[in-house]
């Protein structure tokens, strides 16, 4: 039960703040100027850039351990397909968001503002499809340990 607690919320709240970037924070940043912008996103880019591969990595930590407990459950395939989407995020975020984070995060001059605000825009892009994926990940794994 208080692994299930906190795998709840370890996800959730993960998820919930990836969401939130998409959703909330990302179309609030595109109505500032340029300057304002940048600022804002190298901030962003620099704490969540920080955080978030931990919080990834220990959200998959808790789906494998769930996953291997529950093995011979009736609904063990969704734990194991949420753990598997969490890991292709991982390996997909690494390849194609982290360098353009990076990017973003290190920026120090508004000389590059075009490319920067290009960057984000790419980033913002394909870091909806990992919005999705986590969420579906996450409704497996819930559906899987509360069996309904």
Aim: with cysteine; proline share 3%.
């Amino acid at each position: 039960m208080v692994l299930n607690i906190a795998a709840m919320v370890c996800i959730g709240l993960m998820t919930r703040v990836e969401f939130a970037v998409s959703a909330f924070i990302n179309p609030v940043l595109w109505k500032l100027d340029g300057s304002a912008q940048m600022q804002a996103i190298r901030l962003f880019a620099g704490r969540l850039g920080f955080v978030m591969p931990f919080w990834y990595g220990l959200s998959l930590a808790f789906l494998l351990v769930e996953t291997f407990i529950l093995r011979n459950r009736p609904r063990a395939l969704f734990l194991a397909i949420a753990s598997c989407i969490w890991a292709v995020v991982i390996v997909l975020t690494l390849i194609f968001l982290v360098p353009i984070n990076k990017r973003l995060a290190l920026l120090e001059s508004l000389a590059a503002l075009d490319t920067a605000l290009s960057d984000h825009r790419r980033w913002d892009a394909r870091h909806r499809v990992r919005v999705a994926a986590p969420g579906a990940g996450m409704v497996l794994f819930l559906v899987s340990i509360t069996g309904h």
